[in-house]
């Protein structure tokens, strides 16, 4: 009985994630501004944060941006994990690709931005 | 029966103790972690026996103030043992247990993003100043040891010692260590009894011996090589056969023939081990410098700004060529009759000797500073004397739109240069490598500007040969480099290699209050109030950012105010013990008031080590013309600009 249950647990937890997964797409960012925001102010972020989006496409995609289940999804991270500049060595390949010789503070800023206001993807 | 349990269970016991003992006992001085935890609780005792000395002290008694020089003393060579370790895993708590100035504003880490704060130090050095006060308060003598003894408990939390059990972080320590020995150390920066660094520095030297045994046991997979070793067996015996003395030990040799080829070697051993770092204190260096000379050695401004990622060797001549061309274009400027070269001059070392301080924008008055060089800008963390700028594409935008220097606005250059069909097309063909920007942007003209004028920046100077390739130099050179690092106090400012305010592990600007006068004359205090216009606050009144020596020889006039005109009277002006030295009132100067007493030839000496660190840069000529502009009022441009 006990074993059939978590069967059945298992079963529903992995269609679930089958469904949510198909339902991901990442070909159009979209971008979630608290309803405060002034919509001029939010424009202004919306601008900032696209150009996030291609400093992410160029600096950190490559490792990143991830195939699941036969799309590809750029992950959330919060600006908390962004961490600003301790992320230079957050492991080795950091220290190499985001070192500040190739993406500059202000860089990292944009891609911080992006991922604060990105749509978050669905759990 | 029973019995013969009882003694099978006796001798069980007996077995597990002896092998637990034998345990513990393989685990001394021969294991690297126990002689990490070893030596941490022995310099802890010492602090503590130190703590209790003072409480039982009269203190009205020279005799047993004496008997509390002696233990800090005592402490200081404690500390020597596990100094190696303690700046490099926690250099904040590192502060608190031999710090070398009372109150310092400074960031948690790094400076360029995070604002500073007041940070009262505390430990073995300042214990040692207090007790010259006229009046001793025991209470404040005892914070000054309390506050390290807890200090020090922060090396013995997991979060640190976790470190101690990879190789990674010795590597990491031993790179410090060196840059430390080369730059520090030997200087009397951190030891107020100038007669105790030597003997401090012998110590420290064979504490580390021991260390590296201890860790090549522990670690053979990744140990020091041979090489190695017994290059730092032979500086042992060069320190240990040299005197006491620190005014006569020989700084020159101790750093090119041992201590730099020590880092070379460490620095190799950091790739072959594929070393990596976990530590803020590495956020600078370079794991590629080959030499502590290395230009590269740690990295501080990226002069390519916005083209940060481009390697194309054609775009890259290209932004060169237009930063060239942009830095000589009085278009940048408000009335269009002033340009960069206008007051960095790139005949004269990209400043302008000929003048104390440049022309205001009205062209009547004069600017308050002195126009910095701007060759070795891209290793400053900070900008401008006051560090209030973090990179050079924002100073360069400072100096464009401030009313009294160049007069424009950001919106209007960009408008007048873009009209300029030739920039246009030249700047449109470059957007390709900056994607995330749609059209060109200011910080696409002044990353060309700063990547332009930093080419100059990668020189080196017959002194860097010297050290680099152990090429001989001339006698009077390693002289007076000796004398800068011992007599004359220099090197405790002008940090070893770069010789401005940086210090390993070269994340961190110092700031100075030397009381550099008004006037030569000495009438009154420069009005300047430096580093507090931007960070209020009383420490930092007439506070600025340490220079770099390098080139020093042709960028006169001196001083943030140009009020000096050539070195001999700089190095009078330090030998006078400042602004104080010479009767002005500066509270809170941090350079001693104290005569250096320095010989004229001694001062000769100085002059001569200063000149070897003039890099052999090769300068340009201007460009023959400037973009045309559909403006009619701009064809009138003059290359450079009129004034």
């Known amino acids: 009985m006990y074993f059939r249950n978590i069967c059945i647990v298992i079963v529903v937890v992995f269609i679930s994630v089958l469904i949510v997964s198909s339902c991901v797409s990442q070909k159009k960012i979209e971008y979630v501004f608290p309803d405060a925001m002034a919509k001029p102010i939010q424009e202004e972020y919306y601008r900032l944060s696209e150009k996030g989006r291609v400093l992410y496409e160029i600096n950190c995609a490559s490792c990143h941006t991830k195939k699941v289940k036969g799309k590809m999804v750029i992950p959330d991270f919060t600006e908390e994990q962004m961490g600003a500049y301790s992320i230079r060595i957050a492991n080795e390949i950091h220290e190499d690709k985001v070192s500040e010789a190739r993406v500059s503070a202000e860089e990292l800023n944009l891609i911080t931005y992006f991922f604060t206001y990105k749509k978050k993807n669905k759990q | 029966m029973k019995k013969y349990i009882l003694s099978l269970v006796l001798l069980g016991t007996l077995f597990v103790s002896i092998s637990f003992i034998s345990k513990t006992g393989s685990n001394d001085s021969s294991d690297y972690q126990s002689l990490y935890f070893n030596r941490v609780q022995e310099f802890k005792q010492k602090q503590k026996a130190l703590f209790q000395l003072i409480d039982?002290?009269?203190?009205?008694?020279?005799?047993?103030?004496?008997?509390?020089?002696?233990?800090?003393?005592?402490?200081?060579?404690?500390?020597?043992?596990?100094?190696?370790?303690?700046?490099?895993?926690?250099?904040?708590?590192?502060?608190?247990?031999?710090?070398?100035?009372?109150?310092?504003?400074?960031?948690?880490?790094?400076?360029?993003?995070?604002?500073?704060?007041?940070?009262?130090?505390?430990?073995?050095?300042?214990?040692?100043?207090?007790?010259?006060?006229?009046?001793?308060?025991?209470?404040?003598?005892?914070?000054?040891?309390?506050?390290?003894?807890?200090?020090?408990?922060?090396?013995?939390?997991?979060?640190?010692?976790?470190?101690?059990?990879?190789?990674?972080?010795?590597?990491?320590?031993?790179?410090?260590?060196?840059?430390?020995?080369?730059?520090?150390?030997?200087?009397?920066?951190?030891?107020?009894?100038?007669?105790?660094?030597?003997?401090?520095?012998l110590r420290m030297l064979k504490d580390v011996d021991q260390l590296y045994?201890?860790?090549?046991?522990?670690?053979?997979?990744?140990?020091?090589?041979?090489?190695?070793?017994?290059?730092?067996?032979?500086?042992?015996?060069?320190?240990?056969?040299?005197?006491?003395?620190?005014?006569?030990?020989?700084?020159?040799?101790?750093?090119?023939?041992?201590?730099?080829?020590?880092?070379?070697?460490?620095?190799?051993?950091?790739?072959?081990?594929?070393?990596?770092?976990?530590?803020?204190?590495?956020?600078?260096?370079?794991?590629?410098?080959?030499?502590?000379?290395?230009?590269?050695?740690?990295?501080?401004?990226?002069?390519?700004?916005?083209?940060?990622?481009?390697?194309?060797t054609v775009a890259l001549k290209e932004i060169n060529d237009l930063g060239k061309l942009l830095f000589y274009d009085p278009i940048l400027s408000g009335n269009?009759?002033?340009?960069?070269?206008?007051?960095?001059l790139p005949t004269q070392y990209f400043t302008d000797t000929t003048v104390q301080t440049a022309l205001q924008f009205d062209r009547l008055n004069r600017l308050p500073r002195n126009t910095p060089s701007l060759i070795n800008v891209r290793l400053n963390h900070l900008l401008m004397l006051d560090g209030a700028h973090i990179t050079m594409q924002n100073q360069a935008k400072a100096v464009l739109i401030n009313p009294i220097e160049m007069g424009s606005t950001e919106i209007e250059a960009l408008r007048k240069v873009l009209n300029?069909?030739?920039?246009?097309?030249?700047?449109?063909?470059?957007?390709?490598?900056?994607?995330?920007?749609?059209?060109?942007?200011?910080?696409?003209?002044?990353?060309?500007?700063?990547?332009?004028?930093?080419?100059?920046?990668?020189?080196?100077?017959?002194?860097?040969?010297?050290?680099?390739?152990?090429?001989?130099?001339?006698?009077?050179?390693?002289?007076?480099?000796?004398?800068?690092?011992?007599?004359?106090?220099?090197?405790?400012?002008?940090?070893?290699?770069?010789?401005?305010?940086?210090?390993p592990p070269y994340v961190n600007s110092e700031f100075e209050v030397i009381g550099v006068p008004g006037d030569k004359q000495f009438a009154a205090l420069s009005a300047d109030k430096g580093r507090s216009t931007i960070y209020t606050s009383d420490e930092m009144h007439h506070a600025f950012r340490t220079g770099s020596i390098r080139n020093a020889t042709y960028t006169k006039p001196y001083m943030h105010n140009g009020v000096f005109n050539n070195l001999t009277e700089v190095i009078e002006f330090y030998n006078n013990g400042g602004g104080v030295g010479r009767g002005l009132t500066v509270p809170n100067q941090t350079l001693s008031s104290d005569s250096l007493h320095l010989t004229p030839l001694e001062i000769k000496k100085i002059v001569v080590f200063i000149e070897s660190l003039n890099e052999n840069i090769t300068f340009e000529k201007p460009p023959l013309q400037l973009p045309v502009s559909k403006d009619k009022m701009l064809l009138q441009r003059k290359v450079g600009g009129v004034y």
């Not at chain 2, 770092?277 to 030499?291: G, P």
């Not at chain 2, 007076?480 to 004359?488: E, R």
Request: proline fraction near 4%; hydrophobic fraction near 35%; aromatic fraction near 14%.
């Open chain 2, 336 to 344: 269009n009759l002033r340009s960069c070269a206008s007051c960095h």
């Open chain 2, 420 to 503: 300029c069909k030739e920039y246009n097309t030249r700047f449109t063909k470059l957007l390709k490598y900056t994607p995330q920007e749609t059209q060109i942007t200011i910080d696409h003209l002044t990353s060309a500007l700063t990547a332009y004028y930093t080419k100059f920046s990668n020189s080196y100077a017959p002194f860097d040969e010297a050290m680099i390739q152990k090429k001989a130099i001339d006698p009077v050179v390693q002289e007076g480099f000796n004398l800068f690092m011992s007599k004359a106090q220099c090197a405790t400012c002008h940090f070893v290699p770069q010789f401005n305010g940086v210090k």
């Open chain 2, 56 to 201: 039982e002290s009269d203190l009205s008694n020279e005799m047993q103030i004496e008997k509390i020089r002696g233990a800090i003393q005592q402490t200081r060579v404690q500390l020597k043992g596990v100094d190696f370790w303690m700046r490099y895993l926690e250099p904040i708590s590192y502060k608190k247990i031999n710090g070398p100035l009372p109150v310092e504003w400074e960031t948690e880490v790094f400076e360029k993003h995070e604002a500073p704060y007041k940070r009262e130090a505390a430990g073995l050095t300042l214990t040692y100043l207090y007790l010259e006060e006229e009046q001793i308060d025991k209470t404040e003598l005892k914070r000054l040891i309390g506050e390290s003894v807890v200090a020090t408990n922060a090396y013995l939390a997991d979060s640190i010692t976790k470190h101690i059990r990879t190789y990674h972080h010795f590597y990491l320590c031993n790179r410090l260590y060196l840059l430390n020995l080369a730059a520090i150390y030997t200087t009397g920066f951190e030891c107020p009894d100038t007669e105790q660094v030597l003997p401090e520095l």
């Open chain 2, 213 to 312: 045994a201890a860790y090549n046991k522990s670690f053979p997979e990744t140990a020091l090589n041979e090489e190695y070793l017994s290059l730092y067996k032979r500086t042992i015996e060069f320190v240990f056969n040299q005197s006491n003395d620190i005014n006569t030990f020989d700084h020159f040799t101790f750093i090119q023939q041992y201590i730099n080829p020590l880092y070379v070697l460490n620095q190799k051993m950091i790739l072959e081990y594929n070393v990596s770092s976990k530590s803020m204190v590495d956020y600078s260096l370079n794991k590629n410098s080959t030499s502590i000379f290395d230009k590269d050695l740690y990295f501080a401004q990226n002069p390519k700004g916005i083209f940060s990622r481009v390697s194309d």
